[in-house]
């Protein structure tokens, strides 16, 4: 197995606001104070961490319960207990996707594990915890995976199983086509060890956050991953004042975070979490549905009902199970929790804390390290072997199907062709200076007709050798199909392999084994995209 590295400027839609966290400019650093680039820095930060005792023990029982109920093994359990006993936690986590969803899913449990070990040889104890965000209610992102198929598509398998409108997923019963759902993903990947376990944890009757749970914990209790679901009315209970809160300094805290985003404007950057004046931080479960709380008329309100700031204080503290944080709060709520040493985010999550970051002071007084997840493109056999075969490199490849498969023609063109037209174009170009230097002594509006003339001359000869390269694509239908494929598996849908593949292809593919040697290839501080080509 061989790993290169692509820096994330190469990437096709990296934000200036993640390539400048990544980096940690000077204009970055204001919004993430206490993050680094460096393990050993951030072991240091770590060791002076205050916790208190009695919420680390209650939060200690709720995992315990949680993880024993999806069957977890020893080395949870005791992660669990060294948490318990003062352990800090190294926290990544996501939405309940089918089958886990996208490949990152995978790739963020990585990081907490790996993470957690640095640290704990730097002598900082650190357990990873996974926290599943049972509480979104957005189905549509969650209800599908796209799998390859050996026809070189990327069929999407998605279930009929529904809620109420905006009902938390978590808590949306798997339908009776989660059994062909995996029959069909046994066509695509093959009858494996993986997919034995697939199929016992998606099961008609189980919900969304049992079956991801499950799952997860079948793949990587092993390492010690502790799972968290969000949505247990213990943590609530536990999580109160966070909610409260909220609730108490909502107008604070709205007129802080348009003011974050007017920093941010001013830096250069955007904000992620669109916020108005009358928002707040948390939603509220009414019948069944997760609905959005605002400021009105000198209160709050969802839907029809109204209270005054001391009716929903009251609420809260009688009823926390029924509120949950929006996007900015929920970091916040996690690190209430948990004693965070780091968080790993993606991308859009990274992006998004520059706003978050003015949450935690205002409500915990502190702000949470953030470490960038481990991010890979993976390249298997046949893939690797066209790469070599084309002098290609993974940049190529990221960019739209047609601008890489012309690429591909142009490069696959027969030598004495290629030869001929950079020959002709350098001998162009040659006659073309001298004579635009001639007609410049004669009249610069002359030499200027010249310029003009020569540049379509070279746009056309380009033309040309592009309309060349076409019909040599054609007529060699193997090549297309390889390019094909690559663009396919590498870069589908114009986004990067592993926001669209499902993870569990490459699982079931190559066993549960690909864990441990991506565990190996990553590297902490290797802050770019990974790209690992498979034996």
């Known amino acids: 197995m061989d790993c290169e590295c692509l820096r994330f400027g190469e990437i096709p839609g990296s934000s200036r606001l993640f ?25 240091e930060q770590a060791k002076h961490l205050q916790f208190p005792g009695d919420r680390r023990e209650r939060v200690a029982a709720v995992l315990s319960r949680q993880n024993r109920s999806w069957k977890a093994g020893p080395e949870t359990l005791n992660n669990i207990e060294r948490l318990r006993n003062g352990a800090l936690a190294v926290v990544s986590g996501q939405q309940l996707g089918l089958f886990l969803g996208p490949a ?61 409108h905006a009902q938390p997923v978590g808590t949306i019963v798997l339908d009776a086509d989660i059994e062909t759902l995996t029959a069909e993903l046994q066509k695509l990947i093959g009858d494996s060890e993986t997919l034995g376990v697939v199929r016992e944890c998606y099961r008609s009757g189980q919900t969304f956050a049992q079956a991801f749970a499950e799952l997860m914990t079948g793949l990587f209790t092993r390492y010690g991953l502790i799972l968290l679901e969000s949505s247990d009315p213990e943590l609530h209970e536990i999580g109160a004042p966070v909610f409260a809160a909220a609730v ?35 939603f509220i479960v009414k019948h069944q549905s997760r609905v959005a709380v605002h400021r009105r008329n000198g209160g709050f309100a969802a839907d029809a009902e109204q209270w005054t700031n001391e009716e929903l204080q009251r609420k809260v503290r009688s009823n926390p ?21 780091a968080y790993i985010p993606g991308p859009a999550e990274a992006a998004y804390f520059a706003q978050a970051e003015i949450v935690y002071s205002e409500v915990l007084g502190r702000t949470t390290a953030l470490w960038p997840r481990f991010s890979a493109t993976l390249a298997e056999p046949r893939l690797s072997s066209w790469m070599r075969k084309y002098g290609l490199e993974l940049r190529d490849v990221l960019q739209p199907r047609d601008t890489f498969l012309a690429l591909l023609a142009r490069r696959t063109v ?7 037209f950079d020959r002709t174009r350098e001998h162009l170009d040659r006659l073309l200076a001298g004579l635009i230097n001639s007609l410049k002594k004669v009249d610069a509006t002359v030499a200027e007709a010249g310029e003009n003339a020569a540049s379509k001359m070279r746009y056309q000869l380009d033309h040309l050798e592009a309309r060349a390269a076409k019909a040599h694509l054609q007529r060699t239908q193997v090549v297309e199909r390889h390019g094909s494929l690559l663009s396919t598996m590498l870069f589908p849908d114009k986004e990067l392999q592993e926001r669209r593949i499902g993870g569990v292809y ?3 593919k190559y066993g549960p084994d690909l864990i441990d040697a991506l565990l190996e290839q990553y590297r902490p501080e290797c802050r770019d995209h990974h790209v690992i080509h498979l034996d």
Request: aromatic share 8%; hydrophobic share 45%; charged share 25%.
């Open 321 to 341: 199970e029924l509120f949950s944080p929006n996007v900015l709060l929920r970091p916040v709520l996690q690190d209430y929790l948990l004693p965070t040493a």
């Open 104 to 164: 990152f899913t995978i790739y963020k449990a990585i990081t907490a594990i790996r993470l957690a070990r640095e640290l704990t040889v730097r002598g900082v104890e650190a357990v990873p915890v996974f926290w599943l965000a049972a509480e979104d209610h957005d189905l549509a992102e969650v209800n599908h995976v796209f799998v390859p198929d050996i026809h070189d598509g990327l069929p999407r398998l998605e279930t009929a199983s529904q809620g109420k």
């Open 19 to 43: 390539l400048d966290f990544l980096a940690l400019t000077p204009s970055a650093r204001k919004f993430y104070p206490t993050s680094t680039t460096s393990v050993d820095q951030l072991a």
């Open 414 to 420: 027969p030598a004495d062709i290629k030869d001929d």
């Open 248 to 282: 108490e300094k909502a107008e604070e805290l709205t007129s802080a975070i348009l003011e974050r985003n007017r920093e941010l404007e001013a830096a250069g950057y955007h904000a992620q979490v669109n916020v108005t004046a009358s928002s707040t931080l948390l």
């Open 506 to 508: 490459f699982l079931g």
